[in-house]
């Protein structure tokens, strides 16, 4: 598996993730093609920027996108903001290989050793249980009293309540030796 910079041949598979219903089970709604595209730029162009982002996640033996995982800084507002977020989307065909684990590992090295976070955040759906369990994987924590409302989906949506879990690096720095 590789992170990388995103490529304008992501695009297809890029948008095709975007649109399968399943993959986007915890979103309000599917992504068309255009808004796929515009989130593509907005990964490419944070990591060109910061040397950090959303990176684009290859299976090396196959050269094939399976989705993106890293860091981003929410621009919405909630009681944890501002803060850097740790997170990831991968196609069905991905699912249950230890991809999004591997990949956010290497994401939280990358927060901690070299961006110099002190902590991450990762947030998700009450519902979203393999998104949790990649979170529980990584050693993050979360407080029931930290669980919110996402300011961006609208009440009534029974993806509005999400769980907040987080990593500080003192938590992270002994896994690090494992």
Not at 62 to 71: E, R
Not at 95 to 102: D, L, P
Not at 114 to 136: K, L
Request: charged share 30%; proline share 6%; aromatic share 10%.
């Amino acid at each position: 598996m590789l992170l990388r910079q995103w490529r304008d041949a992501d695009r297809r598979p890029f948008g095709a993730l975007n649109a399968d219903p399943e993959v986007m089970r915890y979103f309000p709604s599917t992504v068309e093609a255009a808004v796929s595209d515009a989130m593509l730029d907005r990964c490419r162009d944070a990591i060109e920027r910061q040397g950090w982002g959303l990176w684009a996640v290859e299976v090396q033996a196959t050269a094939q996108l399976i989705g993106f995982v890293g860091l981003n800084r929410p621009v919405w507002e909630a009681p944890f903001t501002p803060c850097t977020e740790i997170g990831w989307r991968l196609a069905r065909s991905a699912w249950g290989q230890g991809y999004a684990t591997e990949a956010a590992r290497e994401a939280v090295r990358v927060a901690f050793d070299e961006v110099g976070i002190d902590e991450v955040v990762s947030f998700t759906t009450v519902d979203n249980r393999r998104s949790r369990a990649v979170m529980e994987r990584l050693a993050m924590s979360r407080d029931p009293g930290e669980d919110f409302d996402h300011p961006r989906i609208a009440e009534g949506s029974p993806h509005r309540r999400h769980v907040l879990y987080r990593l500080p690096r003192n938590a992270w720095l002994p896994l690090s030796f494992r």
